[in-house]
T-cell receptor
Framework: RKEVEQDPGPFNVPEGATVAFNCTYS??????FFWYRQDCRKEPKLLMS???SGNEDGRFTAQLNRASQYISLLIRDSKLSDSATYLC??????????FGRGTSLIVHP | GAGVSQSPSNKVTEKGKDVELRCDPI?????LYWYRQSLGQGLEFLIY????????KSGLPSDRFSAERTGGSVSTLTIQRTQQEDSAVYLC??????????????FGPGTRLTVL
């Protein structure tokens, strides 16, 4: 089993839709979790950290489920500009994170 | 402020040649990472620097790959005797290495390497 797994998609949704992605991790000792966004042919950029209590930033909500070992990202009221690949990042308390392969989102008019 | 910069942005080379890729991290960032990303694939970790030392070189795919960092700043990734399978985007990232482990990484725009 891969250390971090994501459904590659693509998730194809209309503008205004709500979409959610999950990311599962295999190491129960994982300590910190993040979502990065990568636009086509661009570098990844931090979207948000994922806290144990869950966190929200505008239309984006991230949650952590330690018992089932997954994190989720919910996007409400999708915009065309949300089209990108969303990378899940998990860290075991070292300086080297593990990146998932990403989930592709396509928002269409 | 200035972000992470990488040069060249594109490199086309012939099989068997050596190439050198450069990364200028954000000033003050002690941690520096090299990754590569093939088309449609995830990020593959290559090497991590803390200051000038590389505590983890486990991701380097072969002994043709080497990297160094000088002055706790600029890093170069060298690929000797390039092969076609080395074609990929090579991404550099830097971060503040705090006491609690991983911190947010800031990525450079990458070097797109094509080996003919």
């Amino acid at each position: 089993r891969k250390e971090v797994e994501q459904d590659p998609g693509p998730f194809n949704v209309p503008e205004g839709a709500t979409v959610a992605f999950n990311c599962t991790y295999s190491n129960s000792a994982s300590q910190s979790f993040f979502w990065y966004r990568q636009d086509c042919r661009k570098e990844p950029k931090l979207l948000m950290s994922v806290y144990s209590s869950g966190n929200e930033d505008g239309r984006f909500t991230a949650q952590l489920n330690r018992a089932s070992q997954y994190i989720s990202l919910l996007i409400r009221d999708s915009k065309l500009s949300d089209s990108a690949t969303y990378l899940c990042v998990v860290n075991r308390g070292s300086y080297i994170p593990t990146f998932g392969r990403g989930t592709s989102l396509i928002v269409h008019p | 402020g200035a972000g992470v910069s990488q040069s060249p942005s594109n490199k086309v080379t012939e099989k068997g040649k050596d190439v050198e890729l450069r990364c200028d991290p954000i000033s003050g960032h002690t941690a520096l990472y090299w990754y590569r990303q093939s088309l449609g694939q995830g990020l593959e970790f290559l090497i991590y620097f803390q200051g000038n030392s590389a505590p983890d070189k486990s991701g380097l795919p072969s002994d043709r790959f080497s990297a160094e960092r000088t002055g706790g700043s600029v890093s170069t990734l060298t690929i000797q005797r390039t092969q076609q399978e080395d074609s990929a985007v090579y991404l550099c990232a830097s971060s503040l290495a705090g006491t609690k482990g991983y911190n947010e990484q800031f990525f450079g725009p990458g070097t797109r390497l094509t080996v003919l």
